[in-house]
């Protein structure tokens, strides 16, 4: 049984002005629950541990209830897309409250009541459908450039109904200085709501020497790996900067870098180094990444950056414009997260669907903060860019678009056809994954498991021996292998009755390199 099936749904139905939506179960009804057997598949696609460790560190939950809110949340996002196909022009937006248990969904139009009701839910009726806040917001985007100082920033707020626009509460008139750039700019100002805020965001820039990646003496943070190299935040460099490796190492170039308007870059790396579908949690491992599905307002969201490492928060609006001192950007999504310099340009990812990349902010990890990120999907778009993934993800995102053959690095070498699984395990999960080198390993994949046999196949390209281990995570969060599969064969198999808890499975390289493919599941 699949657990995203399993949420139960229940439809409040509401009339027009009242808090609609579809509910899901309250977070702590779920403590103590026991899984079901077949957990495995889904925990290992919206339950990553360190990603768990760090949505009960600041959302103050239960590891089960981090679980469940991410099971709700992907529950939701998949209404979401259904809903907004039936409400067409008709469409107003939709968030989620009370720790992610409600789904509140928006529209215009009353006629639409029945065909949403037969759905299982009844909308909130409102002024302003999406398109015409979007159409306020785009107003408001043309004439940035007479945009006040005292203006951080807008967006638009689905709860509301209303395009907001911030002033600056530690100026005197930034309220009448919002108002009038709103007049200005010949809105709606009935669509319009002006909201004072402390927020001086600015981007996350650190002119220090560090890990991450560096251009000359500034420091940065990858996004997310493309064919070809990787995505980061504009403000980092500008096309033809050079770019080194944390470790020092020759790393690539800048070939787009696109601030202020927008906030994003490409780095086209050289043949040392590897894409992979990962982002470093700061704990000694790394998160997947398996798509780009856009995670809706009221989600939980994480940020991996080189300064504070993994925090967590929530989106709290989409197509955000920000007034930074350098020039405005729009298109950018809103967070509760923190975020300091040099966490510039890192990534931002849902679950393990890729979100976007660090643009800028206000405040910091101290004492908490907003932070904004360039939506990773506009980037793939614009930029015919293939976002490197690897595992089970939502099927959205931006599709793959092979880049030019003149972008990819004559010098790499060709790597062997990729394995076929040479054996079966009854419902098995499969991954993948590439070992360019004898003596180096990675991991395949991580995931929470109930008590159970875990069974495991790994099957190695022609002519290479690579290596499996099954390691569990104990207190402390150091890593012990608990299970081996060291033959010289190109098939590797792993048996191992094992208690509820964090594994992950890692693939070694005895000898040779390519890409390598593994079953697995816990029964």
């Not at 770019?243 to 020092?248: A, C, L, S």
Request: charged share 15%.
């Amino acid at each position: 049984m699949d657990r995203r099936r399993a949420i139960t749904t229940a439809a409040v139905i509401v009339t027009a002005g009242a808090t609609a939506a579809l509910t899901f179960p309250a977070l702590a009804d779920t403590v103590g629950r026991e899984k079901p057997a077949d957990d495995v598949a889904v925990d290992q696609v919206l339950a990553e541990p360190e990603v768990l460790a760090a949505l009960s560190r600041d959302f103050d939950l239960t590891t089960e209830q981090a679980t469940d809110r991410l099971a709700a949340e992907r529950e939701a996002t998949a209404t979401v897309r259904t809903v907004k196909a039936v409400a067409g022009a008709a469409w107003a937006g939709a968030w989620l409250t009370g720790d992610a248990t409600t789904l509140t969904i928006a529209v215009t139009d009353q006629g639409l009541a029945d065909q949403v009701r037969t759905a299982g839910a009844e909308p909130k009726i409102v002024q302003h459908s999406s398109a015409a806040l979007d159409s306020v917001k785009a107003a408001l985007d043309t004439n940035a450039d007479n945009a006040s100082e005292s203006i951080p920033g807008w967006y638009i707020d689905p709860a509301a109904n209303a395009v907001v626009l911030l002033a600056r509460s530690d100026v005197a008139d930034a309220e009448a200085a919002a108002k009038e750039f709103a007049a200005a700019s010949g809105v709606d100002a009935a669509a319009v709501r002006v909201e004072r805020s402390q927020e001086a965001p600015k981007p996350l820039f650190d002119i220090v020497g560090g890990d991450a990646f560096t251009i000359g003496n500034a420091r940065c943070s990858i996004g997310f790996a493309v064919v070809g190299g990787f995505v980061t935040a504009g403000h980092c460099g500008q096309a033809g900067a050079g770019t080194d490796g944390v470790n020092g190492a020759p790393q690539g170039e800048f070939s787009v870098s696109s601030f202020p308007g927008d906030d994003f870059a490409v780095v086209r790396t050289n043949g040392d180094w590897t894409p992979t579908a990962s982002v470093n949690d700061y704990n000694g491992g790394v998160l997947p990444v398996a798509g780009a599905d856009v995670a809706p307002v009221g989600a939980s969201i994480c940020r991996s950056g080189s300064t504070t490492g993994l925090h967590c928060g929530e989106v709290q609006a989409l197509n955000a414009t920000v007034n930074y001192a350098e020039g405005s950007v729009t298109g950018l999504t809103r967070t509760s997260v923190c975020a300091e310099p040099g966490d510039s340009g890192g990534s931002f990812i849902s679950g393990n669907q890729a979100q976007g990349v660090t643009s800028g902010g206000s405040g910091d990890c101290i004492v908490g903060g907003v932070t904004f990120f360039q939506p990773v999907a506009e980037i793939l778009e614009k930029n015919d860019l293939t976002l490197v993934t690897g595992g089970s993800g939502g099927g959205g995102g931006t599709p793959p678009v092979t880049p030019p053959a003149s972008s990819a690095s004559p010098s790499a070498p060709a790597s062997p056809p990729a394995a076929e699984p040479a054996c079966a395990t009854a419902g098995s999960v499969e991954r993948s994954g590439t070992l360019s080198r004898p003596g180096q390993r990675r991991d395949a994949v991580r995931f929470r498991a109930p008590a159970g046999t875990h069974a495991a196949c790994l099957t190695a390209p022609a002519g290479a021996d690579f290596d499996l281990y099954l390691q569990q995570q104990v207190t402390g969060g150091r890593w012990v292998t608990v299970a081996r599969a060291a033959t010289d064969s190109g098939t590797e198999t792993i048996s191992f009755a094992g208690v509820a808890g964090n594994y992950r499975y890692r693939v070694a390289s005895a000898a040779g390199a390519g890409d390598f493919a593994l079953q697995f599941a816990v029964n």
